[in-house]
């Protein structure tokens, strides 16, 4: 079956350097984790690290589609894209 992915507007307007900080997020598999453990996973990965770091999050959960987007909302992060892949969701998110 073919891989199909529905990409955010945020794509069509990246520049060269924004391009680039994409490519070089670290994935962070979150795949198999049913609500409330990819946000808090989540949660506590992007308070080791650095403001400005960007991180990709898989998760297979249904609700993560409404879970990521207001925990980065909540907790000030910028919420990049998301984008929907065969069994989940890949969400972009840059520390606030």
């Known amino acids: ?6 990409l955010s507007t945020f794509n069509f307007f990246a520049d060269e350097q924004d391009s680039k900080r994409i490519m070089e997020a670290e994935v962070y598999d979150l795949r198999g984790l049913n ?7 989540a949660r506590k990965k992007l308070a080791e690290a ?13 609700l993560a589609v409404i879970d ?3 925990f980065c909302l909540t907790e000030g992060h ?12 890949r969400f972009h998110i840059e520390r606030g």
Do not use: F, Y
């Not at 079956?1 to 529905?6: D, L, S, Y």
């Open 1 to 6: 079956m073919e891989n199909r992915r529905q």
């Open 35 to 41: 609500c409330p453990l990819p946000v808090l996973k």
């Open 50 to 62: 650095a403001a400005g770091t960007r991180l990709w999050v898989e998760t297979t959960d249904p």
């Open 68 to 70: 990521m987007p207001n």
């Open 78 to 89: 910028r919420l990049i894209e998301t984008i929907s892949v065969e069994g989940g969701h």
